[in-house]
């Protein structure tokens, strides 16, 4: 059977795996060290791990630019074997998980400006996005509440690839992994 339609290109590709294995690490582990944090008042791990999440969330951000730069360039359309409502659940999903993924990180930077923590591993600190205020912890949670929104934007799009790679069984996961070995 010939795959459906063309392929994402490579640099959508290598982009999109980027992405996925970020947000895969960040959301446990901003779930974790926020726990942590309140468990150990803050010990050396425990900012070893907000550094991490905050590094990690700022060169998210510089991927996240280059995939919605990559995606102005044009996508393949949708595939043909979609259905009328997946056609409609694919494009929702997509539009919302391009709309979380530049804001998400955003919010973590303007959190970590506000409430003063910008430094990175004692490397160098962050530019401040906002002045220092109070605002800090409210921004931070409306951060974790769209990190965790994303998360499962991410569960669905997952499923929805799932579906067609295993059920459906019609190339979809071709398109943007090139190799899936089961194919009616």
């Known amino acids: 059977m010939p795959l459906p339609g063309p392929h994402y290109s490579l640099t959508a590709k290598t982009l999109h ?3 996925a294995a970020a947000v895969i690490v960040m959301v446990p582990l901003g779930l974790y060290m926020v726990r942590r944090g309140a468990a150990t008042n803050f010990d050396n791990l425990t900012n070893t791990l907000y550094s991490a999440h905050k590094l990690i969330g700022f060169l998210l951000l510089w991927v996240v630019a280059a995939r919605i730069l990559n995606r102005l360039r044009g996508a393949p359309p949708p595939a043909e074997t979609l259905t009328p409502l997946e056609r409609v659940a694919s494009s929702a999903v997509h539009h ?6 530049p804001i998400v990180p955003l919010l ?3 959190g970590v400006s506000a409430y003063g923590a910008r430094d990175v591993f004692g490397w160098f600190s962050l530019p401040p996005l906002l002045p220092e205020s109070s605002a800090g912890d409210a921004i931070l949670a409306i951060h974790g509440v769209a990190a965790l929104t994303l998360a499962a934007l991410a569960v669905l799009h997952i499923g ?14 071709n398109r943007m992994i090139g190799w899936w070995p089961l194919r009616r």
């Open 17 to 19: 795996w980027i992405t």
């Open 96 to 101: 919302l998980l391009y709309l979380l993924l």
């Open 108 to 110: 973590g930077w303007a």
């Open 160 to 173: 929805g690839a799932l579906m067609h790679g295993f059920i459906k069984r019609d190339g979809v996961m």
